[in-house]
T-cell receptor, first 112, second 116 residues
Framework: RKEVEQDPGPFNVPEGATVAFNCTYS??????FFWYRQDCRKEPKLLMS???SGNEDGRFTAQLNRASQYISLLIRDSKLSDSATYLC?????????????FGRGTSLIVHP | NAGVTQTPKFRILKIGQSMTLQCTQD?????MYWYRQDPGMGLKLIYY???????DKGEVPNGYNVSRSTTEDFPLRLELAAPSQTSVYFC???????????????FGPGTRLTVL
């Protein structure tokens, strides 16, 4: 089983739709979790951290389920500008440091 | 405040050639990372550093070397380029250890390397 798994998609949704992505991780000792956004041929940029209690930032909601070892990202009222790849990142303690592991990303296409 | 900068943006190498990918950050971050991203895939950690003079291997270190003589710079060296090293390379930095909620990484714009 891969350490961090995401459905690559693409998820093709109309403007205004609600879309949700999941990301599963295999290391139960994983410590912190993030969603990054990556536009085509650009570097990843932080979208939001995922807090244990769940957190919301405008149209975006992130949740963590430690028991089932997954994190989720919900996007409400999708905009054309939300089209991008969403990368799940899990940080785990290994060899004295916290090491980040990236999922392969989920592609979102929002159409008019 | 330029953040994380990388040079060059693009490079084509012949098999067996060597090169150094440069990475500099001006945020006084202790932690720095090198990743490679192959098409349609996530980022894989090559090497990381927790401070000047300290480096450690990531998931895919073979064929690469790094050094960290200053807080600002973290160059990545390819000694004998192979076609399997064709990829996009990203450098990143973070203020603190990635242990807690909210500790984000800041990425450079990437270097696109092709080995022919």
């Amino acid at each position: 089983r891969k350490e961090v798994e995401q459905d690559p998609g693409p998820f093709n949704v109309p403007e205004g739709a609600t879309v949700a992505f999941n990301c599963t991780y295999s290391n139960s000792a994983s410590q912190s979790f993030f969603w990054y956004r990556q536009d085509c041929r650009k570097e990843p940029k932080l979208l939001m951290s995922v807090y244990s209690s769940g957190n919301e930032d405008g149209r975006f909601t992130a949740q963590l389920n430690r028991a089932s070892q997954y994190i989720s990202l919900l996007i409400r009222d999708s905009k054309l500008s939300d089209s991008a790849t969403y990368l799940c990142v899990v940080n785990s303690h290994r060899g004295g440091s916290y090491i980040p592991t990236f999922g392969r990303g989920t592609s979102l296409i929002v159409h008019p | 405040n330029a953040g994380v900068t990388q040079t060059p943006k693009f490079r084509i190498l012949k098999i067996g050639q060597s090169m150094t990918l440069q990475c500099t950050q001006d945020m006084n971050h202790n932690y720095m990372y090198w990743y490679r991203q192959d098409p349609g895939m996530g980022l894989k950690l090559i090497y990381y550093s927790v401070g000047a003079g300290i480096t450690d291997k990531g998931e895919v270190p073979n064929g690469y070397n790094v050094s960290r003589s200053t807080t600002e710079d973290f160059p990545l060296r390819l000694e004998l380029a192979a076609p399997s090293q064709t990829s996009v390379y990203f450098c990143a930095s973070s203020y603190s250890e990635l242990a807690g909620e909210g500790n984000e990484q800041f990425f450079g714009p990437g270097t696109r390397l092709t080995v022919l």
